[in-house]
């Protein structure tokens, strides 16, 4: 198989919340919602920096993504707070 240089890489990102009902948001540094999931979020993702929000319009924490991880709510809500992105629109 021939591997083209110029693919982006992506890294799993799988956050599992504490309860099977709770609501996880994931942003981009941006203010751009990326995906939405309730109890777990499993997917793959552009190294970044994210944030996650664990209840919409609550404490947002920072998430950096340079290599694949498993999260867990608690250890999320155990580190930093970061304030929430402000979405910017660009002009033409």
Known sequence: M???STSPTYHSLVI???S???EIW????M???VQKATGDLDTSLLPGEYVVEFKLGGTTYPVSLGESRLLTEAE???GPTCP???LV????
């Open 31 to 33: 203010g751009h919602l």
């Open 26 to 29: 994931l942003g981009d540094d």
């Open 2 to 4: 021939i591997e083209n």
């Open 16 to 18: 599992r919340a504490s």
């Open 76 to 78: 999320i809500r155990s």
């Open 20 to 22: 099977k009902e709770t």
């Open 84 to 86: 929430r992105p402000k």
């Open 89 to 92: 629109f660009l002009d033409d």
